[in-house]
């Protein structure tokens, strides 16, 4: 949690504050005095008795207990300077944007620990060490420009990287997105994403606190923690969208199973960003639009009426959103021939509305009031208007302010003309408003936003009937692949069907197995990780003759200890798989199985617990769902198996932690039976 003093500090220190507000602890002086800090400033300098009209101390033991400290000097000074402040001077709150730690080498990281330790001690908080600091209601605590509107109702954001929360800042400037607080978390030494999610989950206040949180992340050190607190927050009623940059070691380490080539660290990420409900994006602009979209009224629906004097951009948001399954829908009424007899010849009203070049403010209006009170079929409103520069635009853009505020619809401005207009629509941002400049953007943003689903209903752990058995099984075996006889016991205690097997080391096990051996089998060589890649399967073995053959040949393959006799399953293939990667819950993934897991890669994936609706779910988004389903007169698969065997997965490695990989591939369904025949799960305790 982060201590109220570097939330709400009555007094701070610079150190290394200066006169040269080019430099950062000259700016971040500069910044608290132009934004008006209430509480009393301080400098430690050594040169200066006064630093920009604030009192300056040449040594840090000279200074009065004070609550925060924002350090701006040389990294190999710093430890000596947090130590002071904690033993001596009370302070609790840290900011230090200081380079040279664990970003740089082992000596600066063993600095840096040296200095959370310290603070730790202390029961103080850091931001940082290699940041560009805090901004909220009480205190500007950053180095950098520009230093935007502060808002209750705005955003909360968090970043990982100083430099893109600037870039972010300006951009979402430009457009009108106000901020509550802005949270730079540098190294992340002490205080990290999590736990800046953490203390606005703690302290969020109905009705008070921001419900639009955005966050640029470069690391998740505790996914459940972040999982913890974002699910919480988006309880409360808050939106999240969030930009991952980044993958892990552990993620482009070679793999050695189906699952394992497949989940690789941005399914991890995907998954937990959908198991909180978070909106994820790929890009700072994405981000900021999206933000804009979350900001304004809800929508009831997907039907959108779009607005223009401008047919190509219009054209192009009409195929943006409908490629993305919102609607547009055609206008035909008699009061759409009313409003078309208001506006200039060879104007449309059947959507988009398209009023032409000459279009006026009056004509604005009275499309506006058309859409919110005489087309019940319309949910939300883009209206497109720029200006080619023959005239101002100011009338035009009031009557887009008022409506936005007292339309029941939501009414996105998408304002394109930014020189030609550009006062203009600064103007219409200075009054509260977000304005949007691109089309494409905009309608790739709300079709994101309006088809986000909501993160996952939270169930309870599961409780297996055969735990104890399974606890047995597992904990005699040692790291890497389970046998296949072990991995068979250990489904079957789980509840997944698997097809009876054999195990044939010899020829007179063959002998004493052919004997009750019905007919048609296949065979599989034991020992070999990959059997299709050795031609370790051969299918259809319908007599005793070509079952000792085939036999012989699968033991003469390199690496062959036995093999496998099963029963010829026919079906659709299918596939479930799972992955754990670090300190993440398990990944589990389900799709068409045999050979096109990798081929196609038309999975799903969801993480660990998976609810019966999620695993539903994860079946229905497949592309190839329409033929699980059954298409052309063909039996589909029984869904509800299918589904009912990702959860029963999904409870197995809640209950074997210790499970790195697992395949089960191919599954083969039929209308009513769903069947295992080949299994690979791999042990990391």
Do not use: W
């Amino acid at each position: 949690m982060l201590h109220s003093k570097l939330i709400h500090p009555k007094s701070i220190v610079i150190v290394g504050g200066s006169d040269n507000i080019y430099s950062p602890g000259g700016r971040v002086l500069k910044n608290l005095l132009d934004h008006d800090f209430k509480g009393q400033l301080f400098v430690v300098n050594p040169k200066q008795k006064s630093v920009q009209g604030v009192t300056s101390y040449n040594d840090i033991n000279d200074v009065p207990e004070v609550d925060l400290a924002i350090i701006a000097i040389s990294a190999k000074y710093v430890l000596e300077t947090v130590k002071v402040l904690t033993q001596h001077k009370n302070t609790k709150g840290f900011i230090i944007f200081s380079a040279g730690f664990s970003e740089k080498d082992e000596n600066g990281e063993k600095l840096e620990k040296e200095i959370v330790e310290l603070i730790d001690d202390a029961g103080g908080s850091l931001l940082g060490p290699n940041n560009i600091g805090l901004i909220n209601k009480h205190y500007t605590g950053v180095f950098t420009t520009p230093i935007p509107e502060m808002d209750e109702k705005g955003v909360d954001f968090i970043s990982g990287s100083g430099a893109t929360a600037v870039f972010i800042i300006e951009a979402a400037q430009s457009m009108g997105l106000t901020f509550s607080g802005i949270y730079t978390v540098g190294n992340s030494a002490q205080i990290g994403v999590e736990e800046v999610l953490e203390y606005l989950d703690q302290s969020f206040e109905e009705g008070l606190s921001s419900k639009v949180k955005l966050l640029y992340i470069e690391s998740i050190k505790n996914p459940l923690k972040f999982l913890k607190h974002t699910t919480s927050l988006i309880s409360k009623g808050c939106k999240i969208a969030a930009i991952k940059a980044g993958s892990s070691e552990e993620g482009n380490r070679a793999a050695s199973s189906h699952t394992g080539a497949i989940a690789n660290s941005d399914v991890f990420v995907d998954t937990l960003f959908k198991k909180a409900g978070i909106i994820r994006c790929y890009g700072r602009n994405e981000l900021i639009t999206v933000a804009g979209i979350l900001l304004q009224k809800e929508s009831q629906g997907k039907n959108i009426a779009i607005i223009t004097h401008a047919g190509g951009p219009a054209v192009m948001l009409t195929d943006v959103l409908s490629k993305n399954g919102l609607k547009i829908p055609h206008l035909e009424s008699k009061e759409s021939e009313v409003l078309l007899s208001q506006l200039f010849d060879g104007s449309s009203v059947s959507n988009p509305i398209d009023f032409l070049a000459t279009g006026n403010a009056q004509q604005l209006a009275a499309i506006i009031d058309f859409c919110e009170n005489k087309c019940p079929e319309i949910d939300a409103m883009a209206v497109i208007f720029g200006s080619p520069g023959l005239s101002g635009v100011d009338d035009v853009y009031e009557v887009l302010d008022k409506n936005i505020r007292t339309s029941q619809k939501p009414i996105y401005a998408i304002l394109p003309s930014v020189v030609n207009v550009k006062n203009e629509i600064q103007e219409f941002v200075k009054k509260g408003n977000i304005a949007f400049n691109d089309e494409v953007l905009f309608g790739n943003a709300l079709a994101k936003v309006y088809n986000h689903a909501p993160g996952s209903e939270k169930i309870k752990d599961p409780v297996l009937k055969n735990y104890q058995k399974i606890r047995k099984l597992i904990d005699v075996l040692p790291n890497g692949y389970m046998p296949t006889e072990s991995a068979v016991k250990l489904l079957e205690y789980t509840g997944v069907r698997f097809a009876t097997p054999f195990y044939i080391k010899n020829k007179a096990e063959l002998n004493k197995a052919s004997e009750s051996v019905a007919y048609p089998v296949v065979l599989k060589v034991e020992g070999p990780l990959h059997k299709s890649d050795v031609g370790g399967v051969i299918l259809n073995i319908s007599n005793e003759k070509a079952l000792h053959n085939s036999f012989q040949k699968l033991m003469q393959i390199e690496g062959a200890t036995s093999v496998m006799i099963q029963p010829m399953v026919r079906g659709t293939e299918l596939f479930i798989g799972a992955k754990k990667e670090t300190n993440y819950p398990h990944v589990i993934l389900c799709g068409l199985g045999g050979i096109f897991v990798e081929v196609l890669k038309d999975l799903s994936a969801s993480m660990t617990p998976v609810s019966e609706a999620e695993a539903v779910r994860m079946i229905t988004q497949l592309k190839a769902y329409p033929i699980l389903k059954g298409v052309r007169g063909q039996s589909g698969i029984n869904i509800q198996l299918f589904a009912q065997a990702i959860i029963s997965i999904s409870n197995l490695l809640i209950m074997v932690p210790e499970i790195a990989e697992l395949d089960l591939n191919p599954l083969m369904a039929a209308e009513d039976e769903l069947t295992a025949v080949d299994v690979r799960i791999r042990l990391e305790k």
